[in-house]
Each structure stands twice: as C-alpha cells, then as structure tokens.
C-alpha cells in the first residue's frame, strides 16, 4: 500500500507499529546506529546526564504536587506535611531539592565543556543558542520553585527578583504590581508561581527536543574540534556511547545519592525553614548557589537600571558569543592562549560566585566588580580580537589518524578504512 | 496552498511589483487576526493585575494616641509595612536642617509630613532599591548614619525624614497617601 514506511523490523508486532509510525526506525537511526565521534571524553556525558535530571525533576514534581497546597497560609505546612507524614515524602522533596542544585551542576559543566572544546562555533551556533534558551526557563522554572515553600528565603527571594523589574522606567512599577498580582508579593503571586512552575518544565522538554534536533542534524562536536571526516572517525552510539553515558549516570546518581541522604539541606539556607513574614526581612539574603555569580555582577554596579541590565546582559552575551569569538579553531587543545584564559574566566565566575554569597561590603565589592569586568571583557573584547592574532597549534588531519593507535590505517576513505574501526 | 489555487486569478506574474487586490485581502486578514489575537490575549494578560478583592483591601485606619514620643509603630496596608513614627523635636530639627544637605532624590521634610503635624512621619517601609523592610522602627536596631532606618540587604541608610542618603536605593521611602480623622486617629490609603 502507498504511504506505509518499509520497516527492517523482524518482529511482526514492531514492524506493524513501524509501518505506519517509524518510531522505532527513527530511534534506531538517531540513537542505535547514529555515527558519533569515536573520541568524546567523560565531559560528552553531561548533556545525557541534564536530560536525566529534567527526567527526574518532573517525576518528582509531579508527586510533590499532589501534596503540596498553592496558598500564602498553608504552603509552608503543606510542604512540613510532605516531609513527615506523607509517604516518602521526605525523599521526593529532597530529590526534587537536590535535584535543582544536580541540575544546574550538570548543566554548567556542560555549558564549559561548550566553551573549551568551542562548541558554539559554525555550524553549531543555534544549537548554542537553544541552550541558552534552556538556561534562562531553568533560571526561571528554579527561581518559581524556590518560591514554593513560602519560608523566608522564599518570600525575600521573590521580593527581591520581581523588584528587579521596578528598576525599568515609567512601566516598571506596574510591570511588578503585574507579576504580584497586588501591592506586594502575596497569595496571587504563590498561585502564579505555582501553575507556572508546573508548566515550564513542560517547556523545557519542548526546546530540550529542538536542541536534539539540531545536535542531530549537525553531529557532536569532540575534542579535538574537527570535522568528521569519514566512517573511521565515528563508532555507533549504541553500544558505545550508551554504555559510556551509563557510567557517566552512576557516578552522577552516586553523588547525587549523597546530597540527599548526607547532607539534604547542605546547599540550602536554614532561614527558610522559617515560614515567610512580610514585616521582617532576613538580615542577610542570598539566593540559591547556581545564582550567585549574578547576583554578584547586579550589585557590583552602584547603579539600580545598570546592575539589573548588566545581570541580563551576562547571559544575552553568551547568545552572541558564536559571532564574538572570531577564531575558526574550535578545541582550546590547539589555542594556547585561549587555554589559559578559559581558566581565568572559569576563576573569575567562581570568585563571583563567592562573592555573590557574602554581603556587599569592603573587599566583595571590589573582587565582585574585578570579576564582572573581566567577564564581559572576555566575551566582548579579547575573544572577538584574540582570534585575530593567535598562533593556533596545527590540528590534526582527522579524528582516527589523531587517536587511534594504527594512526587509523592511512587516508584511506571507504571500505578499506573501515577495516580498522572494527580492530580497534 | 492558496497561493497556487489563486494564481490563474491574480494578475500575470510581471516580477511581483504591482499591488493586486488579493495582496490587499491579505493585508486586511492579517490585520484582523492581528486584532482579534490581542482582544484574547489581553483579558489572559490583565488577569495577572490586582483583582476586585485585592484593590478593595486599600485602606487602614491607624490609632496613634499610644505611639508615645521616640517611639515608632508598623502596621500593614497593602500587604506592606507601613512605618508610623512619633519623631522627636530633636529629629525633626535634623530633618529640616538636612534640606539642605545632599540628597540623592531631593524633598523637603515639610512635604514628607502633614502640616501642624510634623510629629508624625508615616512612610511605606519598603526599601526602593529591591524591596527589603528596612530596619530601625525599634529604638534598639541600627538606624544608619542617618538616625531613620537601615536596610540590611544592600545597604541603603534613610534619615529622620526617610530620605535615601547613602546607598544605593533610587528613591526616598514613600509617603503613602493618609488623612488624620481627628487628632490621634489616621486612615492610610
């Protein structure tokens, strides 16, 4: 019959379903055979590992919903209900809690493996961008979720962060009473927070599929940061990618495993175990870790519009840097200078980092404003000009020839080449 | 689709440059789909403002005759604190003096405060910078280099008027609207 798919599927069931909906030929050709770098590292776990995360944020969130009552009087019971009379509720919430500060663990590394092995680059650059797009509704989904519990740290949170819009001209003001839904953050805000918490994760899955998509059109970028030349450059992902995620994935549910069953509240603020109150503000606030360095660079700048802008700024930037950084060399393997300052800016975030957590006073000013020039430094000046003058190291003819120890049977294309792969 | 069903009815295919009817047709639907998408989205927008019973809760009558002298009292309004001080004669004096001084948003005190009344200061107690209460009502916290209130999160000092002197707030705390009902008694909003 016209129109129906010719599956290679033996199993009469399957190839009934693959007939008339190719999902299994279509899983088949994107994760069973679908030719990946034969070099990746360890640091080519991290974007399996964020997807299993998302995967376990929603289950858990699910759970934790039907548990958990949306009101400025009964959230902060609610959530104390969940932690000792509800079945497990206690490891659901510490999964769901840990699972946050896992998520952005994973995704920043990932997000340097990007940046050091120049990931961004042609013809990667949407790619990158959907990425970036996936930390900002994290950023958001995170910040809606830390409102939730409706302790302190929740309650002042939010406050602080809607503020941030009141620092806009003219319709600043009523941009916030619009996202309170009132005069001040209340009930009409934890009711909000709560539906879009729920509906962002949802988001999530949607452009986490079209960051798939892309990776799948344009390949994996490795580390040597060449193209892929030929079938001697690649291996199936299956086995030999799924069993390498799969060690990846234990050694991240083991550390993972830790913070829930050691150290539940390490990462947390003891203060929201205090439920919220409008009238006191905790003396000192700080947000969740895996928002400091931002909120360093917004209070390294005296100026309320200025800081607000320049923290906004810090991440619009990463969406240009595909056209900033100028050199058509991808890896840092074979960019000695650009080696050397990929560090310095990985310090210079975790000095903001630091800074973000302690009060805006003495030295943490002048680090934090150190830090924070240096980091749009690096992306708005020395990488559109650096990769106008480095000497780049000479790369590699091609994947196999670099890593294979036969040197990939020569420069052969076709059959003969791939002969080796097998050996190998 | 409706391109290639229209095309024996639109002009001969001369490069495009001439206007037909059917691009005005286009026009006016997009037009019209434009308008009918914001008539919907807007009510799902406007849903986010303050409802009916958020606005109706606007006002807060205040009974000032126990506020004694130095002493200042919270209340809530909006959802907010409210900050009702009985100042000193020596804090009012500051305050008139400081007219002149630097002011990062400048105000005099005697427009902060109801005339005849200069006593009773009744400011908003929400930091302008990113919305913090500030600290100072009670005589035994840290009131700034200013002697008003001090806000703990990014460190704004306000004085005896709740004048932004030093820090990086934008704005003096605000005056909400009030009215005394009678000598001791006051309705805030």
């Known amino acids: ?424 | 689709m409706a391109d290639s069903a229209a095309a024996p009815h639109a002009a001969p295919n001369t490069g495009g440059a001439e206007v037909t009817k059917r691009d005005f047709l286009k026009l006016v639907t997009a037009a019209g789909a434009a308008v009918g998408v914001g008539a919907i989205v807007w009510p799902l927008v406007d849903s986010m403002n303050p409802a009916a019973d958020v606005l109706a809760l606007s006002s807060t009558t205040v009974d000032l005759a126990p506020v004694q002298v130095g002493q200042a009292i919270t209340v809530m309004w909006r959802g907010k604190p409210v900050f009702v001080r009985h100042r000193s004669a020596e804090e009012i004096a500051k305050a008139k003096a400081d007219d002149k001084g630097r002011l990062p948003d400048p105000m005099t005190d005697a427009a902060r405060v109801k005339p005849g009344k200069e006593q009773w200061l009744i400011v908003v107690g929400i930091c302008t910078h990113l919305g913090c209460v500030p600290i100072g009502n009670r005589s035994t916290e840290v009131r700034g280099e200013y002697g008003g209130w001090f806000c703990p999160c990014h460190g704004s000092h306000y004085d005896t008027s709740g004048r932004i002197r030093l820090g990086p707030a934008p704005a003096n705390l605000a005056v909400p609207p009030y009215a005394f009902e009678g000598d001791t008694k006051i309705k805030i909003g």
């Not at chain 1, 360095?293 to 840097?321: C, E, N, T």
């Not at chain 1, 800074?355 to 003495?362: F, I, L, M, Q, R």
């Open chain 1, 1 to 424: 019959m016209a129109g129906l798919h010719k599956s290679e599927f033996q199993n009469p069931v399957i190839n009934w379903i693959d007939s008339r909906l190719p999902v299994f030929t279509m899983l088949q050709k994107e994760y069973g055979v679908f030719p990946t770098p034969r070099n990746f590292n360890y640091l080519w776990n991290f974007g399996a590992l964020a997807m299993i995360n998302l995967v376990i944020m929603i289950a858990t969130g699910i759970f934790l919903a039907m548990n958990y009552t949306p009101h400025a009087t009964m959230a902060f019971d609610s959530v104390e209900r969940i932690m000792r009379d509800v079945n497990y509720g206690w490891l659901l919430r510490y999964v769901h809690m840990n699972g946050a500060s896992m998520f952005f663990i994973v995704v920043y590394i990932h997000m340097f493996r990007g940046l050091y092995y120049g990931s961004y680059k042609t013809p990667r650059e949407l790619l990158w961008i959907l990425g970036v797009i996936i930390l900002l509704l994290m950023m958001a989904t995170a910040f809606m979720g830390y409102v939730l519990p409706w302790g302190q740290m929740s309650y002042w949170g939010a406050t602080v962060i809607t503020n941030l819009f009141s620092a806009f001209p003219i319709i600043g003001d009523s941009i916030v009473t619009w996202l309170w839904g009132g005069f001040s953050v209340d009930n009409p805000t934890l009711n909000r927070f709560f539906s879009l918490h729920y509906l962002l994760p949802f988001v999530l899955v949607g452009v986490v599929f079209l960051h798939i998509a892309a990776l799948h059109i344009t390949g994996s970028n490795n580390p040597l940061g060449i193209d892929v030349k030929g079938p001697q450059d690649t291996l199936p992902f299956h086995p030999y990618y799924t069993i390498k995620d799969s060690v990846g994935i234990c050694v991240y549910l083991l550390v993972f495993a830790c913070f829930v069953f050691f150290a539940p509240n390490y990462l947390g603020h003891p203060d929201n175990y205090i439920p919220a109150n409008p009238l006191v503000t905790p003396a000192h606030i700080v947000p969740e870790w895996y928002f400091l360095p931002f909120y360093a660079i917004l209070r390294s700048v005296p100026d309320k519009l200025g800081g607000v802008l320049l923290m906004f700024a810090s991440i619009g930037v990463l969406a240009l840097l595909p056209w900033l950084d100028t050199s058509p060399v991808r890896s840092a393997r074979f960019r000695p200078i650009y080696r050397i300052l990929f560090w310095v800016l990985a310090v210079a975030c975790v000095v903001l980092g630091v800074c973000g957590a302690k009060p805006a006073e003495g030295i943490w000013v002048v680090l934090s404003r150190i830090a924070t020039a240096y980091y749009f430094l690096h992306f708005l000046v020395i990488l559109p000009v650096l990769g106008k003058f480095e000497r780049t190291l000479p790369l590699p003819e091609s994947i196999s020839r670099a890593v294979l120890p036969t040197g990939g049977g020569g420069p052969l294309p076709g059959g003969a080449a791939a002969k080796p792969m097998e050996k190998a």
